[in-house]
């Protein structure tokens, strides 16, 4: 076999892949949605606030609830130490300015 | 037409005998692009995941939180301050709600304790979420000790085990009694953890959260939208571990790109000379080069692709799960829901192989339309 048909088979296989992952997540979307409404229900109905992520700290695992001391509550001037802190950006509401100071 | 393809085809034969001829240092090339793309791709596929999935599950969480600050820190509120709330117009409903965290130092992790309005786990009961099950290898019908805020030692037993399914919400979940929350935490009856809210028109929100604060000066409101966008921006590409990745990815392309610019070897040069010197035209040459940069940067791009999404949707990313374990000692199995879009692959195209091909055909033009007889010397 010619190297060319050889390669031209492989981007073939490979595109042909692609649109089975295509189908693959659609279908796996369409099964899993009565599964992700179970969880909307239960998130209202339990009124949860947030995703069960990191559980290593309290602070990580309600990550909208955390406040400017969360990080460093658990001993006096303990630096940041959790891995998942440098997964996570501070929830955004933390840098929310309710008025200017100057 | 047959002889245009039959002609690509003899030129994508020479390209790739070509490529074969530097074995060594084409599959380590191949290799490497192939896991930055990987890397890449699986980061993309698995923050798009867990983003999208928190945008429907946290669309049923509460449209305003109240919670009372001392000193900067969350307190407990006063259950008094609902009737103020509920004075404000607008306001439907304001509840208490009581939930917090116990740690148990048989295993070392930490629980979510809520108390439900529905189901009631009933006294002397808890519901428990499937991490714990597991962590802690009780089941339904056995009973768990928890030592209460006085020293006193309390059984609850587990009238039932939540789905695993529910288990990026769920893991750590233990619901109880609003009696055996206050015996255990101490917590007393006219107060509450926080409140919740609920608003007639939800444009209304900001106005509300506005009036809350000012009849309430010591509280702070969460409204739902600052919970969504906290998950939208979780895994930030600014934050930490994620820029380490790019940075390293970027950082590879410069050296791909780096590379393949500072102009073709002396052995590539040499060959091209020879071509022309045999009758190749400059596009052939460049044709030629286009199809060692695309055999390269596609098959890279594709396996990088597929792999990525085996490793995420099939095999639950474990090659992530070390960093997102970290040090936790109750970790939430959870399948994610593959959300793809053409956007996202794309986007990944266009970061890899458009910048991979570029650079390989710019030096080849320019070695190319070199006098041949002063390249072969």
Not at chain 2, 76 to 105: E, M
Not at chain 2, 211 to 218: A, N
Not at chain 2, 254 to 273: H, M, N, Q, T
Request: charge should be positive.
């Amino acid at each position: 076999m010619r190297k060319s048909s050889l390669f031209l088979s492989f981007i073939s296989i490979s595109l042909a892949l692609f649109l089975l992952m295509f189908i693959h997540a659609s279908l796996r979307k369409k099964a899993e949605m009565r599964s992700l409404i179970q969880k909307y229900e239960t998130v209202k109905q339990l009124r949860l606030t947030d995703l069960c992520l990191f559980t290593e700290a309290s602070y990580t695992r309600h990550l909208s609830q955390a406040d400017l001391h969360t990080a460093f509550k658990d001993h006096p001037a303990s630096l940041e130490h959790f891995p998942s802190g440098s997964l996570l950006a501070p929830p955004p509401m933390i840098k929310r300015m309710n008025e200017n100071i100057d | 037409m047959k002889t245009s393809t039959e002609r690509q085809k003899n030129i994508i034969d020479f390209a790739l005998s070509s490529l074969l001829r530097r074995k060594g240092k084409n599959a380590g090339l191949l290799f490497i692009y192939t896991l930055i793309v990987f890397a890449l791709a699986s980061v993309v596929f698995f923050t798009h995941a867990i983003k999208e999935e928190a945008s429907i599950i946290l669309k049923g969480a509460p449209e305003m939180t109240v919670q009372k600050t001392v000193a900067g820190r969350h307190d407990l509120i006063p259950i008094n301050y609902i009737d103020r709330i509920q004075k404000i117009r607008g306001v439907i409903s304001v509840k208490g709600r009581l939930w917090g965290y116990y740690y148990d130092p048989i295993v070392g992790a930490n629980y979510t304790l809520v108390v439900p309005e529905t189901p009631d786990p009933g006294i002397g009961n808890i519901i428990i979420g499937e991490g714990i099950s597991r962590t802690r290898l009780a089941f339904e019908g056995d009973s768990i000790e928890f030592r209460t805020y006085d020293g006193k030692i309390i059984d609850l037993k587990i009238k039932k085990i939540l789905s695993p399914e529910s288990e990026i919400i769920s893991s750590d979940l233990l619901m109880i009694s609003e009696a055996d929350f206050r015996r255990l935490f101490g917590t007393r009856e006219n107060y509450a953890v926080d409140l919740t809210l609920k608003v007639r028109n939800p444009r209304e929100l900001s106005t509300i959260a506005r009036k809350i604060s000012e009849i309430l000066p010591d509280t702070r409101v969460i409204l739902r939208d600052e919970i969504l966008r906290t998950y939208d921006s979780v895994f930030n590409w600014r934050g930490g571990i994620l820029i380490i990745i790019l940075a390293g990815a970027l950082l590879s392309f410069v050296i791909f790109a780096w590379d393949k610019a500072s102009g073709p070897s002396l052995d590539e040069r040499r060959e091209i000379g020879i071509l022309k010197a045999i009758g190749w035209e400059t596009s052939d040459i460049i044709l030629m080069k286009f199809w060692e940069g695309m055999a390269i940067s596609l098959t890279s791009f594709c396996s990088g692709i597929i792999f990525a999404y085996i490793h995420i949707f099939f095999t639950d990313a474990f090659l992530f799960e070390p960093v997102l374990k970290g040090w936790s000692v109750l970790y939430p199995h959870f399948k994610l829901v593959p959300f793809m879009d053409a956007s996202q692959i794309s986007t990944l195209f266009f970061l890899s192989v458009v910048p991979y091909t570029v650079a390989t055909i710019i030096p080849s033009w320019r070695a190319a339309t070199v006098d041949p007889d002063s390249v072969m010397r």
